[in-house]
């Protein structure tokens, strides 16, 4: 399970790596009620496939949409970055960013994704990349309705730098920072 995020109405959302509809791990939302008590809101079951499964990641909000990875599934198996997007009716829908494809991309994030300058968003993938040690990259958003675009900022080599980033990266004054956890270090990117 994830850490839990507030929005400014006072509700918490988070994430279940199993469980759901499919066993694949659910996005949730807790409603506070009064009185100490809270209703849940389901907010999307992962089938495990295309959309995605075991989302492990800590979620980002923005603008009332809730952004986060899963380490299994999508279009190559390998994760992707989601968004869920409330639809004013109660639902929400959910939508891939991202699959990624196990290769020079990376693979198996674990860490949350943040955002940078221009609505892009930031993240590492835990396995992949060019000495298949994790990445840290980049996701812009398309100018014009299409894909999302992936740009790797950093492949690890497992040596010396460090190898399988699975934390949520911190932002600050334009960089970059995180840690990897074979072996272990500490990193920094610019944005």
Known sequence: MSNLILDSKGNLYGTSVL???????FVFG????GGGRWSEIDI??????SD???????LTLQAG????TTASGGSAGYGTVYRV??????????????SFQGGDDGATPEGGVVFGTGGALY????????DADGTVFKLTPPSAPGPWTLNVLYAFTGIFDGGRPEATLLLRKGTF???TTSPSAVFDVKE
């Open 19 to 25: 469980g759901g509809k499919y066993n694949s791990g």
């Open 30 to 33: 807790l409603k506070a009620q």
């Open 44 to 49: 999307y079951d992962f089938t495990g496939g």
């Open 52 to 58: 995605g499964g075991t989302p492990m990641s800590n």
């Open 65 to 68: 949409t809730l952004y986060g």
């Open 85 to 98: 997007t409330p639809t004013g009716s109660g639902t929400w829908n959910e939508s891939v960013l991202y």
């Open 123 to 130: 993240g590492t993938a835990s396995a992949g990349g060019s």
């Open 177 to 179: 920072y995180g840690t």
